[in-house]
């Protein structure tokens, strides 16, 4: 029975090791995140320029934030910076500059940074309030919608951080396990190793989910007024359905300079690129 509980504990360490890494590679991707606040100080994105942003939008010249928002995004792209924060304010720019679109794009690329942020979401929400189109969505299974629900209380960071404390009191239980000699503390440590063991995974399953839609991008945002949705990549095709500004599709295909669309309600169509932007 000894024999067969070292073994166990041996093959745990290994897998609950390769897991910790896993979780220690999504933190990795998105370190730049947790440091929005010093990239506006440190240099890679001019200080003097966010608070030209800010006062701008304080100033309710949403139009000259706006420009200057999406200066400070590329500054924040080109050194690996950028952060939620930052497109969370480019959105409240375009927003108050009643440009719909942009600021939902801007909106969902921060909640994609920092799915857990309430004020995001909020404003988010509002914005399609606003959008013409009402969608029904296709209903999910409730372990997708439970999934989804636990998974976006935390970003991936977070997650990854989660799973590399968790997995540090795993080992904490190992040792208890290996090394007392009181029958109770052994036991307790066994079946409490067991379940953080769990907890590393489920926390590495929600940090890798993560970093997987951020870097898939297969949503997009529609950016005119109104777009004909047609049965085949072709401008003489059947017209299926109308989408308009705002309206969140995700991409299926791509033919030239046509994408493969769905929407919420699973109705599937064409329309040409040049009328989206990936979020």
């Known amino acids: 029975m000894k024999l067969f509980h070292h073994l166990f504990i041996v093959q745990l360490l290994f897998l609950c090791t390769n897991g910790a890494l896993l979780a220690q590679e999504s933190a990795d991707t998105v370190s730049g995140n947790a440091a929005q606040t010093v990239t506006t100080t440190a240099g890679a994105i001019p200080p003097d ?3 030209s942003a800010a006062a701008a939008y304080r100033e309710q010249d949403y139009k000259k934030s706006a ?12 050194n690996d910076m950028v952060s939620a924060e930052i497109y969370y304010n480019l959105g409240n720019a375009y927003f108050r500059d009643n440009q719909l679109a942009k600021a939902i794009v801007n909106y969902e690329r921060a909640l994609l940074l920092d799915p857990g942020d309430g004020d995001i979401r909020h404003n988010l929400r509002f914005a399609r309030n606003r959008t013409e189109d009402r ?6 299974l409730i372990f997708a919608n439970w999934f989804m629900a636990v998974r976006n209380s935390f970003s991936s960071n977070s997650w990854a951080v989660i799973g ?5 009191l795993f080992l904490i239980c190992m040792v208890v ?6 029958l109770w503390a052994r036991k307790t440590a066994f ?21 997987r839609e951020r870097l898939d991008r297969d949503s997009a945002i529609v950016m005119v007024g109104a777009v004909m949705v047609k049965a085949s990549p072709d401008q003489n095709s ?3 359905f109308e989408l308009h500004e705002g309206i969140k599709v995700k991409i299926r295909n791509s033919d030239s ?6 929407i919420a309600n699973g109705s599937v169509g064409w329309l040409s690129k040049e009328h989206v932007e990936i979020i």
């Open 177 to 182: 396990f290996l090394f007392v000699r009181y």
């Open 67 to 78: 420009a200057l928002y999406e200066t400070v995004v590329a500054h924040a792209l080109a």
């Open 191 to 211: 079946y409490s190793g067991i379940v953080l063991f769990l907890l590393v995974m489920v926390t590495n399953i929600f940090a890798i989910s993560q970093k």
């Open 238 to 240: 059947n017209t299926l």
């Open 49 to 51: 320029l966010s608070a």
């Open 135 to 140: 969608i029904d969505v296709v209903g999910n």
């Open 257 to 262: 300079n046509w994408l493969e669309i769905e």
């Open 164 to 168: 590399i404390v968790l997995f540090m």
